[in-house]
């Protein structure tokens, strides 16, 4: 007989596959490259599979299975991967697999052993693919789906994350200067500067970063076509033990690597690739667009301690400030739980009750100033 802890069991077993199978199935209707959509299919029919297992036994313990109903992470994804494509939310996903493929662990049905085995092949496929997010080669299609019958930059995070330090940092800031008791015209005037002066050091900072890492990856390019240049069967011989750790057999990785290093200019892009792990399309993206986004995000989050102040003053101004932040901290918790896959609820809560009292202590603060300079 099952107890009532088993049966719980089953039902978030049933509903966790569920959600897979729906947002694998919602990445192929929008996957433009056939071949990893097929993959997803293949993915999301497994998860069915899963699914239709927990579904029978618990018909089989007598217990009503419910329509199935998406998660709203699941219903989010969905939307995102619709809007943006499915790599804008590739990477969020191989985090969530990298977290599922040990939750069959100790679980002791026969059919979660194999189960195991599925999520632990499903980590490594979205592992792979927030890697390449470009998409898969015909050859990297055909080991995924072999292994899968034999037995996951971050846009998302970097967006809620950007947008979480504009609302505290202002909304800190205003409630600091609100608390020295000044008038709500300078209040006003403060967070605009706030915001101006954040999102542009944000942006700089960005900036910096992203062309940095272009430059470190143009000079190592530079060095490896130098390489090329002066001892190619070096190089040849280094492409080929990349191949064999690949898993191909020595006498083909030496054949592949005399193929590639036939074309000095296909050479060096797959050298770059392979060797350093960098994509010379790329370089790590464009700095201008780093930068921009960065600013954006962070005057999203910044601008919304501040706009009460355009049509409240004094204490209503302070608590409409508030109340503004304290809803866009609990969207911001919320929404991180699309990359950690715990409570909406109870994240968004938290998030609210840091940034009151971070807002706190900064009012506190400034009020004890302004007291001391009155």
């Given at each position: 007989?099952?107890?009532?802890?088993?049966?719980?069991r089953y039902?978030?077993?049933?509903q966790?596959e569920?959600?897979?199978?729906?947002?694998?199935?919602?990445?192929?209707?929008?996957?433009?490259?056939p071949?990893?959509a097929?993959v997803?299919?293949?993915l999301?029919?497994?998860?069915?599979?899963?699914a239709?297992?927990?579904?029978?036994k618990?018909?089989q313990?007598?217990?009503?299975v419910?329509p199935y109903?998406?998660?709203?992470?699941?219903?989010?994804?969905?939307?995102?991967?619709a809007m943006?494509g499915?790599?804008f939310?590739v990477?969020?996903i191989a985090?969530?697999e990298?977290g599922?493929?040990?939750?069959?662990?100790?679980q002791?049905?026969?059919?979660?052993?194999a189960?195991?085995?599925?999520?632990?092949t499903?980590?490594?496929?979205?592992?792979?693919?927030?890697?390449n997010s470009?998409g898969?080669?015909?050859r990297?299609?055909?080991r995924?789906?072999?292994?899968h019958?034999?037995?996951g930059?971050?846009?998302l995070?970097?967006g809620v994350?950007?947008?979480?330090?504009?609302l505290?940092?202002v909304?800190?800031?205003?409630?600091g200067?609100?608390?020295?008791?000044?008038g709500?015209e300078?209040?006003?005037?403060?967070?605009?500067a706030?915001?101006?002066?954040g999102?542009?050091?944000m942006?700089?900072?960005?900036?910096?970063s992203?062309?940095?890492?272009?430059e470190l990856y143009q000079?190592?390019?530079?060095?490896?076509?130098?390489?090329?240049?002066e001892?190619?069967?070096?190089?040849?011989?280094?492409?080929?033990?990349?191949?064999q750790?690949?898993?191909?057999?020595?006498?083909?990785a030496r054949?592949?690597?005399?193929r590639?290093?036939?074309?000095?200019?296909i050479?060096?892009?797959?050298?770059?690739?392979?060797?350093?792990?960098?994509?010379p399309?790329?370089l790590?993206?464009s700095?201008w667009?780093?930068?921009?986004?960065?600013?954006?995000l962070f005057?999203?989050?910044?601008?919304i301690?501040?706009?009460?102040?355009?049509?409240f003053s004094?204490?209503?101004?302070?608590l409409?400030s508030a109340?503004?932040?304290?809803l866009?901290?609990?969207?911001i918790?919320?929404?991180?739980?699309l990359?950690?896959?715990?409570?909406?609820?109870?994240?968004?809560?938290?998030?609210?009750?840091?940034?009151l009292?971070?807002?706190g202590?900064?009012?506190g603060i400034?009020?004890?100033i302004?007291v001391?300079?009155?």
């Amino acid at each position: 007989m099952l107890n009532h802890e088993d049966i719980k069991r089953y039902q978030g077993n049933r509903q966790a596959e569920r959600d897979a199978q729906t947002l694998y199935r919602c990445l192929a209707e929008h996957e433009e490259n056939p071949d990893l959509a097929a993959v997803y299919r293949k993915l999301s029919e497994t998860e069915g599979g899963h699914a239709d297992v927990w579904e029978d036994k618990l018909r089989q313990a007598d217990v009503t299975v419910p329509p199935y109903r998406p998660s709203w992470r699941t219903r989010v994804l969905c939307r995102m991967a619709a809007m943006f494509g499915p790599s804008f939310v590739v990477p969020t996903i191989a985090g969530i697999e990298r977290g599922a493929k040990s939750e069959y662990d100790g679980q002791p049905e026969p059919e979660a052993q194999a189960m195991s085995a599925h999520e632990r092949t499903h980590a490594r496929v979205f592992g792979y693919l927030a890697r390449n997010s470009n998409g898969l080669d015909g050859r990297a299609v055909a080991r995924f789906e072999g292994r899968h019958r034999g037995a996951g930059g971050n846009a998302l995070r970097a967006g809620v994350l950007g947008a979480n330090d504009g609302l505290v940092s202002v909304f800190s800031l205003v409630m600091g200067v609100a608390g020295a008791g000044v008038g709500s015209e300078t209040i006003l005037l403060t967070g605009l500067a706030g915001l101006l002066a954040g999102a542009i050091s944000m942006a700089l900072g960005e900036w910096l970063s992203v062309q940095s890492a272009r430059e470190l990856y143009q000079h190592q390019i530079a060095i490896e076509a130098q390489e090329l240049e002066e001892n190619p069967s070096e190089e040849m011989e280094e492409l080929s033990l990349i191949y064999q750790a690949k898993g191909i057999a020595p006498d083909s990785a030496r054949a592949m690597a005399e193929r590639v290093l036939a074309d000095k200019d296909i050479a060096l892009k797959t050298l770059a690739r392979e060797e350093l792990s960098i994509d010379p399309a790329e370089l790590g993206g464009s700095a201008w667009e780093a930068a921009l986004t960065s600013f954006l995000l962070f005057a999203l989050g910044a601008v919304i301690p501040v706009l009460p102040y355009l049509f409240f003053s004094g204490p209503q101004g302070i608590l409409a400030s508030a109340a503004a932040s304290a809803l866009g901290l609990y969207i911001i918790g919320a929404a991180i739980t699309l990359m950690t896959g715990q409570s909406a609820i109870l994240s968004g809560l938290r998030q609210v009750a840091f940034g009151l009292a971070a807002a706190g202590v900064t009012f506190g603060i400034g009020h004890l100033i302004g007291v001391s300079l009155g």
